[in-house]
Every structure is written in structure tokens, then in C-alpha cells.
């Protein structure tokens, strides 16, 4: 049900019987999701089926047990949801994708990226034929699972100048399988790095300090991985620290087009721009828990919707949700508009800063929107039965990762001052 046609059959001022959320007009209060084709309208509903059937009856217990439900893959694959953009979809599609499955479970949807977002498109920007023909279709069809490390222990936002992991070649003859590289350090925070079969890791070359990237087999000797334990935020996701002692990757398993961290940089705007539509997908959800809750409970022997500061805090809600949403239709216009020059040079897409600002400004909001959906629902915002406890402290997460709020600020700071006040 999409914008203002079917708005309350309630009279304004009576309160009477409470309407009717079906009739109720959708977080997607501009109806973005209109711009989409008739065919991804009907992909996103298919996925919205999936996720009411699949995750969203069982998302809670799977976060209070801080477990990933592995169950779920073949089901998930079944969408065919990997890699929009060679499957003809827009970028608004595939930000609506993330946006949706997050209103549901941020988790899931946190898995979902890091796979697809991080380590799939990867192998679609830097994989060699071979790397695609060995591990795309199997990564596509989660048959096989990805991470991506880059983070470590002492460097998280000045991991692209502080990275520690180092990486040495060594020659071999190719009649002994060639040469191969030798890892050694350690990553933290890694989504999906207690049970992935592979990991996309990020190294200093010892020769020359350039910045290298493997396709690391997790359960090559050498690799120790071990779960974070106890978070507040994201208790589905299974985040790891990893430790790499000698770890020998061949040659064959190097992205040999990364040598710089504007190689890194290029994944990650993709993967941040996920994150913001994260942060929106966020503020739909908060916002449907909210109303729900206020139209339903009673006190004063009326239902909070009747009371004027109830209806402002879901108005704000609603304002920074859809403030937030239109942003991201315009970076995915963005995304659309690349073009070749005759010389072969791309211009166009969503610049870094921009992406910057939409993933700072996006998540500053949510974090208001899910406090005050926390607030609406009074003490038992606090348990995670009820949703918002959940949606507000997988916030935080968002809030820190793909850049944090402070990085992506200094990130536009820097481009509209000239200046650098990142170091
Ligand atoms: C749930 C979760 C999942 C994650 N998944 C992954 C993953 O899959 N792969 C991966 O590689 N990484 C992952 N990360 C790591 C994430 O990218 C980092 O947490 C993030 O980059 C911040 O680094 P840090 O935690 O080390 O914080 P720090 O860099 O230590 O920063 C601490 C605080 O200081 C601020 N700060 C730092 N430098 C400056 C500065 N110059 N000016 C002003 N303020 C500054 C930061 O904004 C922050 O508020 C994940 C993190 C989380 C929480």
C-alpha cells in the first residue's frame, strides 16, 4: 500500500475504535518505491514475503541466542538477489532490497551485505576469469559463504595508512604449483568470519608497502578464528577476530588489479552506500513498530496515538525516515548516471564524499528515529520481544561500521573545506 490514498478512515479528534493498519499510510510516505520498474516492484514483494515467512517470526530468538541461522541460504539464494546490476536491476532496487531486509532483521541484512556487497561484487570488479570461473557461481548461489577482512585489532578508522597485516611473495617453480604469498597478522570485527569458506584479506606488501588483497580458503593452516563474544548490537552476525601465522595463499588467489587502498576505497563505497540504506531501512522499521504500538496500547483509557507528543515523536520519525530515503534515491540516480568517454575514462556514479554525506547524515538520523521509537513503547521498548530494543541497539552498529559517523563527516569535511582534518 503505497503514499496518501488510503489514509485513515478516522475522523481527526475522534479516537472511537483504533483504524486499521492496513489502512494506514506506509513509512514510504512519498512513495519512492513508485519509481521502481513494475518487475522489481514485484521482486521486492517477493522478498517481502520471504522475509515475513522466513525471518521475521524468528529473528528475535536467533539475536537473543546470537545465532545465524545457516538454515536460511538456500531459501535466501532462491531470491536470485546476488549481483543486481548484472541482473539488469537499478541501484534504487538493490538499496531497496537492503532497506527492506533490514526493516525485518539488520542482521540478516548485515550478513547478506558482507557477502554479496563486499565479497561477491570483489570478485566482479577484481577477479580474474579464473577467480570468477572458480568461485563466483558457487559465492552467488551462497553454496559457498564470503567475508571481508580488512579491519585489525589497532587499526580500524586508519587502517588504509596503519595496516599491520603484511603479506611476502615467494617464488616457487610453477612445476611445484608456483608462487605463492605468506600472511601474517590479525583482523577484527570480521562479519561472517567464525563460518565463511572464504575471506577477502587485506595486506601490506613487506617489498614495497603497497596493498594487497587474497582470497584467503578459511581453513587453510595457519588461521585461527575466533568469535566476539557479548555485543550489544547485531548479536546475529557472527563477528570474529582472526589471526593469520604464516598463512601461505598462492599467487593465483591475489586480485592482481589492487595495489592501493583507492582499490579498497572503491569496494567500500559501494558497500557504505549499502550501510545508509541500512540506516534508513532502519528508521521504516522503528517507525512501524512505533505506530503500531501507539495506534494498539492504551493508557488514560485512550491509545497513545491520541496524545499530541505521541503523534510528534512518530512525525519526526517519519520526517527523518523519509528525509533520509530521498537522499538515498538521489546517490542511486547517482549510481546510474556513469558514462564512457572516447578515451575510455568512466565519469559519473556517486562521488566518495557524497556517499559520505549520506551515510553520516542517514545514520545521525536513525539514531534519533529508533531513540524515540525506543521511547513510544515505554518500558517495554527495553525487552527485545518487542521489537524496537533490537532495532535500537543494532543502531549502533551502523552507526560505527562502513566509517563511522566522525570519519564520514571529516570525509565531506575535507571536500568542501579543501582541507584535511581526518590526521
Ligand atoms: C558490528 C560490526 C561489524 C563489522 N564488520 C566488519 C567487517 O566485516 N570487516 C571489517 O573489515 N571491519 C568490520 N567492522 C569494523 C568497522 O569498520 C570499524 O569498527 C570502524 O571502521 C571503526 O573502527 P574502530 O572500531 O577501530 O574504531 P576507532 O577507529 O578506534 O575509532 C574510535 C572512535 O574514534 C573516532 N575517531 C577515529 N579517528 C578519528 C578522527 N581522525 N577524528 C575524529 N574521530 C575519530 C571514531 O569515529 C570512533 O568514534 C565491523 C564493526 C562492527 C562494530
Known sequence: MMGL???????????????????????????????????????????RAFLATEIAPYAGQWWNKAEFPDHILPKLAALRLSAPAQRGYTHLFAGL??????????????????????????????????????????????????????????????????????????????????????LNGAKRWIGNGTFCNYMLVWAKDEADSSIRAFIVDASLPGITRSRIENKIALRTVQNADIVFRDVEVAEADRFAGISSFADTNHLLRGSRIMVAWQAVGQQLAAFDVARRYAVERMQFG????????????????????????????????????????????????????????????????MRETVALGRGVLGGNGIVTDYGIAKIFADAEAIYTYEGSYEINSLIVGRAVTGVSAIV
Not at 329 to 358: K, N, P, S, W
Open 302 to 365: 485512550k491509545p497513545l496515538a491520541k496524545f499530541q507528543l505521541i503523534q510528534q515523536h512518530l512525525v519526526d520519525m517519519l520526517g527523518n525516515a523519509v528525509a533520509s530515503m530521498g537522499m538515498m534515491v538521489r546517490i542511486a540516480q547517482l549510481q546510474e548516471d556513469i558514462y564512457t568517454d572516447a578515451q575510455g575514462t568512466r565519469h559519473g556514479g556517486a562521488a566518495m564524499a557524497q556517499v559520505a554525506l549520506a551515510k553520516a547524515y542517514c545514520s545521525a538520523r
Open 97 to 182: 532490497v537492503i532497506a527492506e531486509m533490514t526493516r525485518v532483521d539488520t542482521s540478516i541484512a548485515t550478513f547478506f551485505m558482507v557477502h554479496h556487497d563486499l565479497f561477491v561484487e570483489s570478485l566482479y570488479d577484481f577477479g580474474s576469469d579464473a577467480q570468477q570461473d572458480r568461485y563466483l557461481d558457487d559465492a552467488s548461489n551462497l553454496r559457498t559463504t564470503g567475508a571481508f577482512a580488512l579491519t585489525e585489532p589497532d587499526h580500524g578508522s586508519d587502517v588504509a595508512g596503519g595496516m599491520q597485516t603484511t603479506a611476502r611473495r615467494v617464488e616457487r617453480a610453477e612445476s611445484d604449483g608456483g608462487d605463492y604469498w605468506v
Open 5 to 47: 490514498q488510503k489514509a485513515p478512515a478516522a475522523s481527526p479528534g475522534s479516537f472511537g475504535s483504533a483504524p486499521s493498519l492496513a489502512d494506514l499510510p506506509t513509512a514510504d510516505f512519498f512513495d519512492f518505491e513508485s519509481l521502481l520498474s513494475v518487475q522489481e516492484q514485484r521482486k521486492l514483494n517477493e522478498l
